[in-house]
């Protein structure tokens, strides 16, 4: 039972490059997440899905895009990276709304753009 | 403004000594508070989840506690083992699907 997966684990890019970080969970859930974890912070949610074809902002979402085709699959694009974006990235996913619902990370996404 | 605050930053203790963190919040409306650990280089995993009739949790050595009317949680751990070093992090729910992250506290534990 993988969980949530997310891959790459580390990753250096220059500024300007984009990227994807893929995040995949079996466990059929509906709700899916990303945050950035920074030094001294609390996580930030960046973007969330509902489900299939349903995707929003959170409260960090500028340089960020997502989509949402398959229930398993949550993909982050960086679209043109920035030092500000050196941070741990982490894919979440729970089944339903929060009331009482368990949410699973995944192991996390080292990101530096130089 | 929805906030959650954590003491201490950090913490040293030695192995078998018991220590409490402590979580602070202003969340409103409260739905549900969580504690989370997370080792270094790893996500987080839950530990517990209480809701707002709830005040006391247990899983293994970790004992959660929660007052909604003064808005203060406390995570309790036995027994301290040197596995138990790691970031504990409280998380806040706000009905509306709103989650609130403390910064976390890093526990360490000595030999």
Not at chain 1, 32 to 48: A, E, F, K
Not at chain 2, 84 to 97: E, M, R
């Amino acid at each position: 039972n993988a969980g949530v997966t997310q891959t790459p684990k580390f990753q250096v890019l220059k500024t300007g490059q984009s990227m994807t970080l893929q995040c995949a969970q079996d466990m059929n859930h509906e709700y899916m997440s990303w945050y950035r974890q920074d030094p001294g912070m609390g996580l930030r949610l960046i973007h969330y899905s509902v489900g299939a074809g349903i995707t929003d902002q959170g409260e960090v979402p500028n340089g960020y895009n997502v989509s949402r085709s398959t229930t398993e699959d949550f993909p982050l694009r960086l679209l043109s990276a920035a030092p500000s974006q050196t941070s741990v990235y982490f894919c979440a996913s729970r089944r339903g709304p929060l009331e009482g619902n368990t949410i699973y990370f995944g192991e996390g996404s080292w990101l530096t753009v130089v | 403004k929805n906030q959650v605050e954590q003491s201490p930053q950090s913490l040293i203790i030695l192995e078998g000594k018991n220590c409490t963190l402590q979580c602070n919040y202003t969340v409103s409306p409260f739905s549900n508070l969580r504690w989370y650990k997370q080792d270094t280089g790893r996500g987080p995993v839950s530990l517990t989840i209480m809701t707002f009739s709830e005040n006391t949790k247990s899983n293994g050595r970790y004992t959660a506690t929660l007052d909604a009317d003064t808005k203060q949680s406390s995570l309790h751990i036995t027994a301290s083992q040197l596995s138990d070093s790691a970031s504990y992090i409280c998380v806040v729910s706000a009905y509306g699907n709103k989650l609130v992250f403390g910064a976390g506290t890093i526990l360490r534990v000595k030999s």
